[in-house]
């Protein structure tokens, strides 16, 4: 006989006390407009590796066509993951996107990891990146016959990321939790 797995739960968003109706669904509600939701596909396949990229694809193909070859097939491999996070975003219309659909499909344990893998891993390499190509091509007019000295560039970059973590934003939410993202490795 199997254990049935527990119905996962929306995330509240008021205080115990203001839910009036014990049956009233207590959720966050979408706000995902076909604009927004092209952003972050775009920005998350695209990012800043577009602008590393194409040097190392044009040295190891050898040639201008090849290279384009490349980049046509790396764009439809990355239209296929898009396509397959449209489709689990429409067959699982939980809050939560990674985290609801790894729970859902897989339990919370595995949904709770994944979490903390993004937190701690994931989202700081990324800003990492991100900051350290940002200086590295910020810098590049200040030495056009050769590359910026790393540790300057590396000096930057965690300039960049300090000054992105403590600036406010209008459209970042600020919770005591929400510092996991702008926890630092790498720099």
Request: aromatic residues 10%; contains cysteine; proline residues 7%.
């Amino acid at each position: 006989m199997t254990e049935a797995k527990p119905e996962y739960k929306e995330v509240p968003t008021k205080e115990a006390e203001e839910v009036k109706d014990d049956n009233e669904v207590v959720g966050l509600k979408p706000k995902m407009t076909l604009l927004n939701g092209i952003t972050v596909i775009v920005g998350s396949i695209i990012g800043s590796g577009i602008f590393i990229s194409p040097t190392g694809v044009l040295r190891d193909t050898g040639s201008v066509g090849m290279s384009l070859i490349v980049w046509v097939v790396s764009g439809l491999f990355s239209m296929v993951g898009a396509y397959c996070y449209a489709e689990l975003g429409c067959m699982i219309q939980k809050t939560g996107a990674d985290y609801a659909y790894i729970m859902v499909t897989f339990g919370p344990f595995l949904a709770f990891m994944r979490l903390w893998v993004e937190c701690l891993i994931v989202r700081p390499c990324s800003q990492t990146i991100v900051a350290l190509t940002f200086s590295v091509y910020i810098m590049k007019p200040f030495f056009p016959d050769c590359d910026p000295p790393d540790e300057s560039a590396r000096l930057l970059a965690a300039v960049c990321i300090h000054h992105a973590s403590t600036t406010p934003s209008p459209t970042r939410l600020e919770t005591p939790h929400s510092k996991c993202d702008n926890v630092v490795f790498g720099v």
